[in-house]
């Protein structure tokens, strides 16, 4: 039986503003992982995908590269298994993916999309935002002042000006939500989900009771397994809040982090995710050819 070929790109570096090593490592282990259950494993960056180097079946990617999404896009339609999807990638984008999660009733701030060549401060103020996050909605996080934190309608204009200076088009303002941020990193498909608060021992959310713990877990992963459905990705990463009754919003849902703190068990599950994936195919191609 032919061994099951599959591509794996890698991120260009401009979209893993300080995680370009990271973001390397979890896809380097996920293909070792696939290489151990006998799958020909072959690593390309998303200039080698654009120049149509990847003929592979499977690809799995961490594109962001608008070109890169359209050429997995077309390979897609040609029948090629694509982990994660090119559209759940571009619905990760601020805007859509705010649009997506509040129309899908998922807990979310509340948020203004707006055109960065217009006076905010007005609606804000007349919606009660003050303190509130400014994030670039027209592509995917390139620096860190792609995120900014105000305190202010007026300092909200002002970051909005600097957004449309620097030729950013669209933001996305959100609602600042009070409580402990967590980050998240699941995988869908599988039993695998992974959470903790970055900044222990600061966080002031009393889980010292194991069935309140399990209870916040188990809702956490409700709602990223939804989040993840509506948004068509299959690993993802991200982040949330949690209020002192145990309240959860997204604030952060991200294609394919880097999962730093769980690189090993996040990459042992993507790989099982895709061999999941992968085999049904290979059953029906059994009156011909192995895939």
């Given at each position: 039986?032919?061994?099951?070929?599959?591509?794996?790109?890698?991120?260009?570096?401009?979209?893993?503003?300080?995680?370009?090593?990271?973001?390397?490592?979890?896809?380097?282990?996920?293909?070792?992982?696939?290489?151990?259950?006998?799958?020909?494993?072959?690593?390309?960056?998303?200039?080698?995908?654009?120049?149509?180097?990847?003929?592979?079946?499977?690809?799995?990617?961490?594109?962001?590269?608008?070109?890169?999404?359209?050429?997995?896009?077309?390979?897609?339609?040609?029948?090629?298994?694509?982990?994660?999807s090119p559209a759940g990638i571009a619905?990760?984008?601020?805007?859509?993916?705010?649009?997506?999660?509040?129309?899908?009733?998922?807990?979310?701030?509340?948020?203004?999309?707006?055109?960065?060549?217009?006076?905010?401060?007005?609606?804000?103020?007349?919606?009660?935002?003050?303190?509130?996050?400014?994030?670039?909605?027209?592509?995917?996080?390139?620096?860190?002042?792609?995120?900014?934190?105000?305190?202010?309608?007026?300092?909200?204009?002002?970051?909005?000006?600097?957004?449309?200076?620097?030729?950013?088009t669209r933001a996305v303002i959100s609602?600042?939500?009070?409580?402990?941020?967590?980050?998240?990193?699941?995988?869908?498909?599988?039993?695998?989900?992974?959470?903790?608060?970055?900044?222990?021992?600061?966080?002031?959310?009393?889980?010292?009771?194991?069935?309140?713990?399990?209870?916040?877990?188990?809702?956490?992963?409700?709602?990223?397994?939804?989040?993840?459905?509506?948004?068509?990705?299959?690993?993802?990463?991200?982040?949330?809040?949690?209020?002192?009754?145990?309240?959860?919003?997204?604030?952060?849902?991200?294609?394919?982090?880097?999962?730093?703190?769980?690189?090993?068990?996040?990459?042992?599950?993507?790989?099982?995710?895709?061999?999941?994936?992968?085999?049904?195919?290979?059953?029906?191609s059994s009156s011909g050819s192995a895939?």
């Amino acid at each position: 039986m032919a061994q099951i070929k599959i591509a794996a790109i890698m991120r260009a570096g401009a979209f893993s503003p300080n995680h370009i090593a990271n973001d390397a490592s979890i896809l380097s282990n996920v293909a070792e992982q696939l290489r151990r259950r006998g799958c020909e494993v072959n690593v390309y960056s998303e200039e080698q995908l654009n120049a149509g180097a990847v003929t592979e079946p499977v690809v799995i990617n961490m594109c962001r590269e608008q070109r890169s999404l359209r050429v997995l896009g077309e390979m897609q339609r040609d029948g090629v298994t694509v982990v994660n999807s090119p559209a759940g990638i571009a619905d990760c984008i601020r805007e859509r993916q705010t649009r997506i999660l509040i129309g899908s009733n998922i807990p979310f701030p509340e948020s203004v999309i707006t055109s960065t060549d217009v006076v905010i401060k007005d609606e804000l103020k007349r919606r009660g935002i003050d303190k509130c996050w400014i994030k670039r909605a027209d592509n995917y996080a390139m620096h860190k002042e792609d995120v900014s934190y105000v305190r202010t309608p007026q300092e909200a204009q002002e970051v909005l000006q600097e957004y449309f200076l620097r030729g950013i088009t669209r933001a996305v303002i959100s609602r600042h939500v009070k409580g402990d941020i967590v980050k998240f990193y699941g995988v869908q498909g599988s039993s695998f989900f992974h959470w903790y608060f970055p900044y222990d021992p600061d966080h002031h959310i009393d889980i010292s009771d194991a069935g309140r713990s399990g209870r916040i877990e188990t809702d956490l992963k409700s709602i990223c397994s939804q989040a993840a459905a509506e948004l068509n990705v299959m690993v993802y990463g991200g982040d949330a809040v949690i209020d002192a009754d145990g309240n959860i919003t997204l604030i952060d849902f991200n294609d394919w982090p880097s999962f730093a703190p769980c690189r090993a068990a996040a990459a042992t599950a993507i790989a099982k995710a895709v061999m999941a994936m992968v085999k049904p195919r290979r059953r029906t191609s059994s009156s011909g050819s192995a895939v």
